[in-house]
């Protein structure tokens, strides 16, 4: 099952635990304040020990005083030992500020990989307490605070098969357009361009076009002896295309 749709499927099951449950002392609590939320998180991270963290497509922008003091806290939790690892949208690594700061966590310790698919903002702290947004969006409100066992065990799994297979964060990669990976996509998903382009509602024509870019970004020629179809569906697939 694609692990964006379990995300989701997990996101509803969380939400229904909450509303059918509203009233009653759970493990599970929802939060709608962001300060409240920065706080509850500012009180777990001295003693957390482990932190897995997904950030997802839209990520705001922090303003220069604020990004260093945030990699400053990032820099102090590697320094007293906690163990982090990073799971980050694709998108993210467009920004050459993020990316630089990424790398620059990630070669002090707090190691990061990237997927292409969405993924909701999501903080595990050991397996005591996680931090999960009801929305893809880095900041929206609703925030639900998890420390009921069985649902931190399904958490630190989706995130662990997650992070099995996400690209490491310094591999190389090559860069699409939008149009172009959806169009990669539907041809992984066994699609003839009049298929794709129905898809897509495009011309077939214009199809054409993004598949003859795909081809050239991914330097596949044309020769007798090769299917580029098939050679750039197996690049989609390795996870080195963005």
């Not at 990699?71 to 102090?76: A, K, S």
């Not at 357009?177 to 990976?181: K, N, Q, T």
């Given at each position: 099952m694609d692990e964006s749709v379990s995300m989701a499927r997990l996101v509803g099951r969380l939400e229904a635990v909450v509303s059918e449950l509203r009233g009653i002392p759970v493990d599970v609590e929802r939060l709608d304040d962001d300060e409240l939320v920065?706080?509850?998180i500012a009180k777990v991270v001295p003693a957390a020990g482990e932190l897995r963290a997904l950030h997802p497509l839209y990520v705001s922008a922090e303003k220069g005083s604020e990004e260093r003091a945030s990699?400053?806290?990032?820099?102090?939790a590697l320094d007293r030992g906690m163990k982090m690892r990073t799971i980050v949208h694709v998108s993210v690594m467009d920004d050459p500020n993020k990316a630089a700061r990424i790398r620059h966590l990630h070669a002090a310790g707090d190691l990061h990989r990237v997927v292409d698919e969405p993924i909701q903002q999501l903080l595990i702290f050991d397996h005591a307490v996680a931090f999960l947004r009801l929305t893809p969006f880095a900041y929206a409100p609703g925030t639900l605070v998890i420390r009921q066992q069985g649902l931190l065990t399904a958490l630190v799994d989706l995130f662990e098969r997650t992070w099995a297979r996400a690209r490491e964060v310094n591999e190389p990669t090559h860069s699409l357009?939008?149009?172009?990976?959806e169009v990669l996509a539907l041809i992984a998903e066994g699609r003839s361009n009049s298929a794709v382009a129905r898809a897509l509602s495009i011309t077939e024509a214009a199809v054409g076009k993004h598949v003859a870019s795909v081809f050239a970004k991914l330097d596949l020629p044309d020769t007798a002896d090769d299917n580029r179809r098939v050679l750039a569906v197996l690049t989609y697939l390795r996870g080195v295309v963005k």
């Open positions: 920065r706080r509850e990699r400053r806290r990032v820099l102090d357009s939008a149009r172009e990976r």
